[in-house]
């Protein structure tokens, strides 16, 4: 889908990526070259989806960290060991509340599933489910899970890492001025026709309005969790899908964050965990605009 008229308009692409609409725009640029660029980012986007995704037939080398037995140290290929790296620091940082190793409850949940779930599992097989916290060890170059109850799981980071490497690939390929989108959570370079980018943040309750709207240029991050996100309605009653690594159950104290920050995968993986966590525990290097329960917004984006 190009829309292109003329070598400096935008150049614009979307694909279905990640389970989401992955929206590429690339601005000042030849439309030959941004075609191809486009397409060699997508490829990449894809690649990374199914090197990190537990769900699906396809096998990875994930999915069969997820099978190891207990306690055996299992080599990961280097691109997973250096995401799986980030998780478990941000997790370290965020006093627990990101945990990539929420697979099972994820699983048990089932909001990636199709079809997707419309009642919340049993309590007690919640409680059944929850591994114990910090059960990735690594083991020199290896790594191993400490429980059975333990599997790997990058829903929280694998979508800002693959917007990452979708950049790199746009510059690789001399894009200057671009953006990619992949259903809110966003990287973007250089600027739009010699001004700013402009990006509106999603409201949480009014589908189609924004809460705000920001100005960016040069090399900016953008990643949104939120409640409305993948949920269903129970006894009137909103679950979703970023859980609590000590309950099992969704966090329930925001109905969005947003997080700005140097790279989208440390975006993606900080807005979910200031989902859940106090901001007490944010690093310099990030800003943080949250939506509390009550519809009220706390911090500014920058
Ligand atoms: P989205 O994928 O909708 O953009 P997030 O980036 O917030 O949303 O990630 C939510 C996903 O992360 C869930 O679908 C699940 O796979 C995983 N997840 C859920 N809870 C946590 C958590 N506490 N820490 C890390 N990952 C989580
Ligand atoms: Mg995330």
Redesign the pocket.
């Known amino acids: 889908m190009l829309t292109a008229c003329s070598g400096q308009s935008d150049v614009h692409d979307t694909r279905f990526l990640m389970g989401t609409l992955v929206e590429f725009t690339v601005s000042d640029s030849d439309q030959a070259v941004a075609e191809q660029a486009i397409t060699a980012a997508a490829a990449e986007m894809q690649r990374i989806e199914d090197t990190f995704t537990i769900y699906g037939d396809l096998p990875n080398a994930v999915k069969a960290f997820n099978r190891s037995p207990v306690n055996m140290p299992v080599s990961l290929p280097d691109e997973v060991s250096r995401v799986l790296a980030v998780a478990l620091h941000v997790q370290q940082q965020s006093g627990g509340?990101?945990?990539?190793a929420?697979g099972g409850m994820?699983l048990l949940w089932g909001?990636?599933s199709d079809p997707p779930p419309d009642s919340p599992p049993a309590a007690a097989a919640i409680e059944q489910a929850l591994p114990p916290a910090h059960c990735i060890e690594r083991h020199g170059s290896q790594w191993l899970r400490t429980d059975s109850r333990c599997l790997l799981?990058f829903?929280?980071i694998a979508?800002g890492y693959a917007i990452d490497r979708g950049i790199a690939l746009l510059k690789e390929h001399g894009i200057a001025n671009a953006i990619i989108n992949a259903g809110g959570?966003l990287r973007l370079i250089g600027e739009h026709h010699h001004q700013p980018w402009k990006i509106g943040i999603r409201h949480p309750r009014k589908p189609g309005e924004v809460i705000t709207s920001l100005a960016l240029q040069g090399d900016k991050s953008i990643v949104t969790?939120g409640d409305y996100?993948?949920f269903f309605i129970y006894n009137n009653i909103q679950y979703h899908?970023?859980?609590n690594?000590v309950t099992g159950w969704p966090a329930t104290q925001y109905q969005s964050v947003t997080v700005i920050a140097p790279t989208a995968m440390l975006a993606?993986a900080w807005?979910?965990a200031l989902?859940?966590a106090s901001s007490s525990v944010l690093p310099a290097t990030l800003s943080v605009m949250r939506v509390g329960r009550d519809g009220k917004t706390v911090g500014t984006l920058q």
């Open positions: 509340a990101f945990d990539p929420l994820n909001f990636s799981d829903g929280g979508k959570d969790s996100e993948r899908h970023i859980l690594p993606d807005s979910t989902f859940i």
